[in-house]
């Protein structure tokens, strides 16, 4: 998928050519806008069962919302599938594909999905219908993605535990169980971590840092690049106090406990949290590949709706429907040619430029509904989106 290509859904009433036909005033569309500027290619839509006038104004607004959710949702997949493939540009639009196709190619060949969206039933039920679908594209995305980054820190904090340093690792393959008392009533060893540039301070002050703290018992277990293990016997009474003042003295107080096999234990959770991760990332993957394609093709649909009901609401009828790219430039020749269609809203300065120069006007239009994109009066039904 090429990227930053802009788009404009545009209808245009075909009295813009002489004999009011829709070939011709296509072939118009497509001279005003010269291939330097975009490339215009026919977009079918259908017609739809409309209701009152009021009910179209207030589906007009429903419809603009609804862009702007489907514009996000699309938005947040998009940001779902980077965070799986790591920030992977290639793999990412490799996944961003609509029924398959890339997005330009689905443009070219849009049809109306006559199955999940009827175009016999009213427009409330249509738009109802994908209000709900994007709303659950949504919430099946963000469920599985925090599903995934669930597991996938519940991973992390193991393979750090087996990766970190003296602090915080897994002390179950370091520690000799033969260096620790066990089931005495009186006495308790305490496994305590030192930076290493504090050592000779812990040497000479861990006997006197609490009450009955039995003199001469530090051993030291291991060492890394940062910290030193060293074995600790207090009698019991006096652990709680040994641990505090352990922490005040920038001491790290290792809580564990020996238990029989559980080296292979810890080794078998690594393994098992790696396959669910594994298999939660896939899963995360596929959906997200599905539902990008699904949101985009939701917002197309909703995109096609809000053209048919201002078209309805300016001309009478759906006339002529095409999509011209390259939207700035495309655009601006499409004020050139068509801003008559506007009325007294456009006008030319002395070079015979295209400007509004009535904003009462252009206030008006925007108060009827009429608002073409992003809430920009235009002569022409217009709107404008990019799919990223």
């Given at each position: 998928?090429?990227?930053?290509?802009?788009?404009?859904?545009?209808?245009?009433?075909?009295?813009?050519?002489?004999?009011?036909?829709?070939?011709?005033?296509?072939?118009?569309?497509?001279?005003?806008?010269?291939?330097?500027?975009?490339?215009?290619?026919?977009?079918?839509?259908?017609?739809?069962?409309?209701?009152?006038?009021?009910?179209?104004?207030?589906?007009?607004?429903?419809?603009?919302?609804?862009?702007?959710?489907?514009?996000?949702?699309?938005?947040?997949?998009?940001?779902?599938?980077?965070?799986?493939?790591?920030?992977?540009?290639?793999?990412?639009?490799?996944?961003?594909?609509?029924?398959?196709?890339?997005?330009?190619?689905?443009?070219?060949?849009?049809?109306?999905n006559k199955v999940k969206y009827r175009a016999d039933k009213p427009l409330g039920e249509i738009i109802d219908t994908l209000?709900?679908?994007?709303?659950?594209?949504?919430?099946?995305?963000?469920?599985?993605?925090?599903?995934?980054?669930?597991?996938?820190?519940?991973?992390?904090?193991?393979?750090?535990?087996?990766?970190?340093?003296?602090?915080?690792?897994?002390?179950?393959?370091?520690?000799?169980?033969?260096?620790?008392?066990?089931?005495?009533?009186?006495?308790?060893?305490?496994?305590?971590?030192?930076?290493?540039?504090?050592?000779?301070?812990?040497?000479?002050?861990?006997?006197?840092?609490?009450?009955?703290?039995?003199?001469?018992?530090?051993?030291?277990?291991?060492?890394?690049?940062?910290?030193?293990?060293?074995?600790?016997?207090?009698?019991?009474?006096?652990?709680?106090?040994?641990?505090?003042?352990?922490?005040?003295?920038?001491?790290?107080?290792?809580?564990?406990?020996?238990?029989?096999?559980?080296?292979?234990?810890?080794?078998?959770?690594?393994d098992r949290v790696g396959k669910d991760e594994r298999k939660v990332w896939g899963e995360a993957l596929r959906l997200g590949?599905?539902?990008?394609?699904?949101?985009?093709?939701?917002?197309?649909?909703?995109?096609?709706?809000?053209?048919?009901?201002?078209?309805?609401?300016?001309?009478?009828?759906?006339?002529?429907?095409?999509?011209?790219?390259?939207?700035?430039?495309?655009?601006?020749?499409?004020?050139?040619?068509?801003?008559?269609?506007?009325?007294?809203?456009?006008?030319?300065?002395?070079?015979?430029?295209?400007?509004?120069?009535?904003?009462?006007?252009?206030?008006?239009?925007?108060?009827?509904?009429?608002?073409?994109?992003?809430?920009?009066?235009?002569?022409?039904?217009?709107?404008?989106?990019?799919?990223?």
């Amino acid at each position: 998928m090429s990227k930053n290509t802009k788009y404009l859904l545009v209808s245009l009433p075909t009295s813009i050519s002489p004999a009011n036909d829709h070939d011709e005033a296509l072939t118009a569309l497509r001279s005003a806008v010269t291939t330097d500027y975009g490339t215009v290619f026919p977009f079918d839509i259908p017609e739809f069962k409309i209701g009152t006038l009021d009910a179209l104004v207030q589906q007009a607004d429903e419809l603009a919302k609804l862009e702007l959710g489907c514009e996000a949702v699309v938005g947040k997949v998009g940001d779902s599938l980077r965070t799986i493939l790591e920030g992977d540009d290639e793999k990412i639009s490799q996944q961003k594909t609509v029924n398959d196709k890339p997005v330009e190619q689905y443009l070219k060949t849009f049809r109306w999905n006559k199955v999940k969206y009827r175009a016999d039933k009213p427009l409330g039920e249509i738009i109802d219908t994908l209000q709900k679908e994007v709303s659950s594209i949504d919430n099946d995305v963000k469920n599985k993605h925090n599903q995934y980054n669930q597991v996938k820190t519940n991973l992390t904090t193991l393979q750090r535990k087996q990766t970190g340093n003296l602090s915080n690792k897994s002390l179950t393959t370091i520690v000799d169980p033969s260096l620790l008392i066990q089931d005495s009533e009186y006495l308790e060893t305490h496994l305590i971590a030192v930076p290493n540039q504090i050592t000779k301070e812990f040497l000479k002050s861990y006997e006197t840092l609490s009450p009955m703290v039995v003199p001469r018992s530090a051993q030291s277990i291991a060492s890394d690049d940062e910290f030193t293990l060293y074995a600790v016997t207090t009698f019991k009474k006096h652990s709680l106090e040994f641990i505090h003042k352990s922490r005040e003295s920038k001491w790290t107080p290792r809580d564990y406990k020996y238990k029989e096999g559980g080296k292979e234990a810890e080794q078998k959770e690594v393994d098992r949290v790696g396959k669910d991760e594994r298999k939660v990332w896939g899963e995360a993957l596929r959906l997200g590949r599905t539902a990008w394609g699904e949101a985009v093709m939701a917002w197309v649909h909703v995109l096609v709706l809000r053209v048919f009901v201002e078209t309805v609401l300016r001309y009478g009828l759906p006339l002529s429907f095409t999509t011209p790219k390259l939207a700035k430039k495309a655009r601006n020749s499409l004020d050139a040619s068509y801003s008559y269609l506007g009325g007294n809203a456009f006008g030319r300065d002395k070079k015979g430029r295209v400007t509004k120069d009535d904003s009462s006007t252009s206030a008006d239009m925007q108060a009827a509904g009429h608002t073409g994109d992003a809430g920009e009066y235009s002569a022409y039904v217009c709107y404008e989106f990019e799919i990223r």
